[in-house]
């Protein structure tokens, strides 16, 4: 089962997850999947659009906002308005679950979020933003 990890209520993340987790995570209501992770990145992976049909054949909306390397501008940007207009909780997955945060959690600091706010956030949840949040 994939570690889905509650960084606000509004935001998990989670390393890849499988078609079977997605179905798994749209029943435990999360209304929106983000997919940060480029398919063929690694043999094996789901695929985005395996995952995808499954998310939305149980009720949650999808999006892919593949990253590779560090999110750029538009990448934050998108993620965390993806973030904020969702219906409901997003749980969004990358190959670790850190493309994923780091994006949101860039796109809240473009928007004004405290710097030390978003690294608490993120260390609650098991990641290090501080190398990645401008000082």
Do not use: H
């Not at 940060?36 to 043999?43: L, M, V, Y």
């Not at 939305?56 to 590779?68: E, K, N, Q, V, W």
Request: charged share 20%; net charge negative.
């Amino acid at each position: 089962m994939a570690d889905f990890r509650k960084v606000t209520d509004r935001l998990s993340v989670s390393p890849q997850i499988t078609a079977e987790e997605a179905r798994t995570a749209a029943q435990q209501g999360f209304a929106l999947i983000i997919d940060n992770r480029p398919d063929g990145e690694a043999p094996g992976q789901p695929t985005a659009q395996a995952v995808e049909a499954a998310a939305r054949a149980a009720g949650a909306d999808f999006l892919y906002l593949p990253i590779m390397g560090r999110p750029t501008d538009e990448q934050a940007r998108r993620q965390q308005q993806a973030v904020a207009q969702a219906s409901g909780p997003v749980l969004a997955y990358c190959r670790s679950g850190t493309r994923s945060i780091t994006a949101w959690a860039l796109g809240e600091a473009q928007g004004g979020a405290s710097r030390d706010e978003l690294i608490r956030l993120g260390a609650e949840a098991g990641y290090d933003l501080g190398p990645i949040l401008p000082g």
